[in-house]
């Protein structure tokens, strides 16, 4: 019994001793690291700060980052809640939709005066996003199309339109699927020395039912108008299409290989489906002789990644996300790019398809029929190229292996 109980009392005293000894050896290396560590750390252990501790934004110079800073602040439940009633000054005209030219903006940009016409009819009205329809189809989904084709167009386009129905955007079934297209188009009236089409316009409408249209200047810069105003429709009108695609009515889409690709997609990559020619690192053009010209007075900073806007691919689940989102995003006056910064705040960004070709594809192969049959969307084709390439597409004897 005795001798039994000296044993254990043995073992407990060595086991003792082997955890004091492990204990004194780990402060030590804890007393070493805190040695080396920097000096400071022992009189910093806790810091209590004596002001604000989030980092203050200041307000941007260029007019579109200064009106998207503030656009975020009203959409940021804390800030939002934080401000103070009397700040409500401070917020720009999107809050209220403000259609009438807005006079304000001017004097917040140095270079108005010096600004290209088409800059400053933008930053006029970007606080605009409400036209009334001239011309709509608010029944044309009732077949729950599994794939909507929205081609933007120009009212003088008649051709381009036609060429598009007497091919890749004709509607019905394909495939043993339904697809409805509709054009999108604004107004010339409001554009100077144009001749008055609009009554051949309604003249198409009537027969063909495809056209939206809606009143306001259809112009390069109002693209992004043509994007949120349709984005709107479709949450109205359609927002049970599966799938939509977008594209101008310049290009060619191969619309068999879409519906083929759409067909076997996973459901999990369908609900965030953005496919198109990605273009990724750039920025804006600050030569006043391009296109895409973009003066630092107005925008400063990246793009985020985009699709061309000559032709993508999206989720109509997306589509309604998108539109939601965009009512968070300042209109930017480049269309493609600003549904770019719409997906970035979704948290997406669009996916690069080599079947997408915005930049056209090698001269060499633009006579080869089954270079067009793994294609999904080229640029650019004339109304006659289409009606030519389209039987290539369906032609079913055609041996491509
Ligand atoms: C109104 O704004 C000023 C500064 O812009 C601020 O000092 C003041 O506290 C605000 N008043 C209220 C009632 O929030
Ligand atoms: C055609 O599509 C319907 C539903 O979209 C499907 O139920 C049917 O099986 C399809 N038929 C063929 C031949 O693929
Ligand atoms: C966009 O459309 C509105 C409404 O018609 C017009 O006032 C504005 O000048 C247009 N903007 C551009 C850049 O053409
Ligand atoms: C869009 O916003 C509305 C209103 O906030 C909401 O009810 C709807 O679910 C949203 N849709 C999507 C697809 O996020």
């Not at 495939?175 to 010339?188: I, Q």
């Amino acid at each position: 019994m005795q001798s039994a109980n000296m044993t254990v009392s043995h073992k407990k005293a060595k086991v003792l001793c082997v955890i004091v000894t492990l204990n004194i050896f780990i402060c030590v290396l804890m007393g070493l690291k805190w040695n080396f560590g920097t000096g400071q750390s022992r009189q910093q252990k806790v810091r209590i700060p004596s002001q604000r501790f989030w980092h203050q934004r200041f307000l941007s110079e260029s007019f579109w980052n200064k009106e998207q800073q503030l656009l975020d602040v009203v959409h940021n439940p804390v800030m939002n809640s934080a401000l103070s009633s009397n700040s409500t000054s401070l917020l720009p005209g999107w809050i209220n939709d403000i259609c009438e030219p807005d006079y304000r903006v001017p004097a917040q940009i140095s270079d108005y005066n010096t600004l290209p016409q088409r800059f400053r009819d933008f930053l006029l009205h970007m606080h605009c996003r409400t036209y009334p329809m001239l011309i709509n189809q608010p029944h044309i989904c009732q077949e729950n199309p599994f794939l909507l084709l929205v081609v933007k167009s120009l009212i003088p386009h008649f051709d381009r339109r036609q060429a598009i129905r007497q091919t890749w955007g004709h509607a019905g079934i394909l495939a043993n699927r339904t697809v409805v297209t509709v054009f999108l188009l604004g107004s010339t009236l409001l554009v100077e020395s144009f001749p008055d089409l609009q009554g051949m316009l309604v003249h198409e409408g009537n027969f063909h039912k495809d056209l939206l249209q809606w009143d306001y200047r259809d112009t390069f810069f109002n693209l992004t108008l043509k994007e949120v105003l349709f984005l709107e429709w479709f949450s109205q009108h359609c927002p049970q299409a599966q799938y939509v695609l977008k594209g101008d009515d310049d290009v060619f889409v191969n619309t068999l290989r879409v519906l083929d690709f759409l067909d076997g997609l996973s459901e999990f990559k369908a609900k965030d489906l953005f496919i198109g020619d990605v273009i990724s690192d750039a920025g804006p053009q600050r030569d006043k002789r391009l296109k895409y010209f973009i003066p630092e007075s107005v925008f400063v900073g990246e793009y985020p990644p985009y699709a061309g806007g000559g032709g993508y691919l999206l989720s109509g689940e997306l589509a309604l996300r998108l539109y939601n989102v965009s009512q968070e995003v300042v209109l930017y006056p480049i269309d493609d790019v600003y549904t770019g910064m719409c997906l970035k705040k979704l948290g997406l960004a669009p996916e690069k398809h080599s079947g997408f070709r915005t930049f056209d594809i090698e001269e060499k192969f633009r006579r080869n029929p089954c270079i067009y049959r793994g294609l999904m969307l080229v640029h650019n084709r004339t109304p006659q190229d289409m009606l030519k390439l389209w039987p290539w597409i369906v032609r079913p004897e055609l041996d491509c292996q």
